[in-house]
């Protein structure tokens, strides 16, 4: 229950992190939160040779709104301050609503945006919000940067896009359409505790009420969030209805595979996944049409 | 052989200077090189919150920190809580009299982690209801209580420290 020996490099900016991890991205690891990647190494599932603290980088800690609207964060950035930040807050109020359920308050002192989107667990709420968002991932490398977009990011269990030498600096968010309403809902036994399965939904309507833009992404239930599309789809240029919803939710049942673990049995799961559905989106459309004059 | 780094940190108030090893993590810094067993070490993988203390004010799992972490920081464990009165007796922090009244502790073995996630608490929110009580110790595992007498003590602490009758 202690981690393996390693070497430790604190550089306190980025192009010495970036320069580092060119030499020795292979062997490295960057440490950010470590709210993960520290049981991890306690555990000894992680041995890295050499560890680089991010922590005293601080220009990865930030939250811009551009002049049009993007919400750009860094990659340093505490779930802590995702939930209590105004800016983030006003303009993409789904990240505020869902840190409450990443963990405790403890952990989201330390844990950072960055580390829960590189660390990749299928049961994290933080990619599934990337992708419902349509959120994007900057990368540095000694080569350049480079955007990676948050459908494409996720690839496995515990694996990304994201290359050994390349170091994830920068999220950005697309600012939020008119008539736009989201919800996120997950089931755990107890607070704070990873989920059984859970949804993120974000719905846009037009001037007359029908829906012109649904996403639908489901956590726990996959090897990556899980984007339902053709769940969202049954939604697209219909006015919105209970039937609807879950008649969405039952499409979506094949977009997902949530594995049977000792709390929940596959059908269960499934069960679950329709409820939460029908309950994400009608807060999500409840919240659009509450937007139209 | 890996090199051990120099670290400065302020543990208490006072400032604490040596060397540690990259791999030596802040509960073990604090128990065996400070000698300040009050922080428990319960599961070491972040999950039970015994470990808890105050990293630059704010609540952490020092048991998923490394001591060189916190080279340059400040930090608070439970010794920090209660003073010591004019007959030279030991005065316990409102919030440890409020655990003593209520009966918030049965073995004690958790109780330092719940202290020093309330404490911080308590200063974000003065006058905090059952559900938000709950909430915050949401993190911290007690296996005696059933955690009812742990949430009335928080109640009792809130008002005598910040009650309008104080």
Known sequence: ?293 | MIEPHNVEIKVNGQLYRGNVEPRMLLSDFIRHELDLTGTHVGCEQGVCGACTILFDGQPVRSCIMLAVQADGHEIRTVEDLSSTGPANDLELHPLQDAFWQAHGLQCGFCTPGFLMTLVAFLEQNPQPSEVEIREAISGNLCRCTGYQNIVEAVSIAAQSMFGEDR
């Open chain 1, 1 to 293: 229950m202690k981690p393996a020996p390693f070497e430790y490099l604190a550089p306190d900016s980025l192009s010495a992190v970036v320069e580092i991890m060119s030499e020795n991205g292979d062997d490295a690891k960057l440490l950010a939160g470590g709210q993960s990647l520290i049981p991890a190494m306690n555990f000894r599932l992680v041995q890295p040779m050499l560890l680089i603290d991010l922590n005293k980088v601080s220009e990865l800690d930030y939250v811009i709104s551009n002049e049009n609207g993007e919400l750009r964060i860094g990659a340093m950035t505490r779930q802590r301050r995702l939930e209590t930040d105004p800016t983030i807050a006003r303009q993409a109020p789904l990240i505020a609503e869902t840190m409450p359920h990443v963990a405790h308050p403890q952990i989201r002192n330390r844990g950072t945006i960055g580390g829960s989107l590189v660390h990749a667990d299928p049961a994290a709420e933080l990619p599934v919000i990337m992708v419902a968002l349509d959120g994007r991932l900057l990368v540095r490398s000694n080569s350049g940067e480079r955007w990676i977009s948050s459908s494409s990011c996720f690839q496995g269990i515990f694996t990304t896009d994201i290359k050994p030498e390349e170091v994830l600096i920068e999220v950005a968010i697309p600012p939020m359409a008119p008539r736009t309403g989201w919800s996120f809902v997950e089931f755990a036994r107890r607070k704070g505790d990873y989920a059984l399965i859970g949804v993120a939904a974000v719905i846009t309507l037009d001037n007359s009420g029908h829906c012109i833009h649904a996403r639908l992404v489901y956590l726990n239930a996959g090897d990556t969030p899980i984007e339902a599309q053709q769940a969202a789809a049954v939604l697209i240029n219909e006015k919105l209805s209970p039937a609807l919803y879950r008649e969405a939710a039952e499409v979506a049942d094949a977009a997902i595979e949530p594995t049977a673990n000792i709390h929940a049995s596959v059908p269960y799961l499934r069960h679950l996944s329709r409820v939460l559905t029908v309950r994400a989106l009608d807060q999500a459309a409840t919240r659009a049409m509450q937007k139209i004059q």
